[in-house]
């Protein structure tokens, strides 16, 4: 059964804590992507990867930090350093064989800190 | 349509009724463009794309229509049913430095009146 998954789907904490969410797929994708959603808004690109051992910036990257050792897993923590974390997350990855763009997303970790 | 604020456009249509969502991008050298369906609390899921080659491409009751001489793209659904109620998010990827990222729309919420 082939998939993108992130757990938890919930998740609180203290604020001043750093948090790792999980993102895992099977689909022996390249690429992976981790997106913040705020209520009402669209998606804003974190951090992204290509390869494994490789990743990239998004456009909100400050305060975050990830990780690319295995092709299959991509995990964002969020750090201390991040303003207003309290947001949805959602993780999507990606075949990069020519003109295929289509990234497919997981179920999303909703993180309140408090 | 463009999000203003915490306030996503929103389009109500009637049961049965034809929707067509509107979105305008921002690259013209983009040369894929794709429609994501987001249903509350969870991540988006894949509708239709286009390429760039194309004007038209249609899917089960969606058609999507492609105008790059105004940077347009449409959603349209046929007889929409309430479980098309949703946020819809138009998404493009500009192609220009090898990178596989899409840029995502800010989204358009569809209501579906029984």
């Known amino acids: 059964d082939g998939g993108i998954t992130q757990s938890p789907k919930y998740l609180f904490r203290k604020e001043g804590q750093n948090v790792t969410l999980s993102c895992e797929q099977n689909?022996?994708?390249?690429?992976m992507y981790w997106y913040r959603q705020d209520p009402g808004q669209g998606l804003r690109l974190i951090y992204y990867?290509?390869?494994?051992?490789?990743?990239q910036k998004g456009d909100i990257a400050e305060g975050y930090s990830v990780s690319r050792e295995k092709k299959e897993s991509f995990p964002l923590t969020v750090t201390s350093a991040q303003k207003n974390p309290t947001a949805f997350y959602l993780c999507?990855?990606?075949?990069?064989?020519?003109?295929?763009?289509?990234?497919?997303f997981g179920p999303g970790t909703r993180l309140t800190v408090t | 349509g463009e999000s203003v604020g915490l306030h996503l456009p929103t389009l109500s249509v009637q049961e049965g009724d034809n929707s067509i969502i509107n979105c305008a991008y921002s690259?013209?050298?983009?040369?894929?463009f794709i429609w994501y369906k987001q249903e509350s609390g969870k991540g988006p899921q894949f509708i239709i794309d286009?390429?760039?080659?194309?004007d038209k491409r249609q899917g089960q009751r969606v058609t999507v229509l492609l105008n790059k001489t105004v940077k347009h793209l449409s959603l349209q659904i046929a007889a929409t049913q309430p479980g098309d109620s949703a946020v819809y998010f138009c998404?493009?990827?500009?192609?220009?430095?090898?990178?596989?990222?899409?840029?995502f729309g800010s989204g358009t919420r569809l209501l579906v009146r029984p």
């Open positions: 998404a493009e990827n500009i192609g220009m430095d090898s990178s596989y990222k899409l840029i």
């Open positions: 990867s290509q390869i494994v051992n490789d990743f």
């Open positions: 690259n013209s050298a983009s040369d894929y």
């Open positions: 286009i390429r760039s080659n194309m």
């Open positions: 689909l022996n994708h390249d690429a």
């Open positions: 999507a990855s990606q075949g990069v064989e020519a003109g295929n763009y289509e990234q497919y």
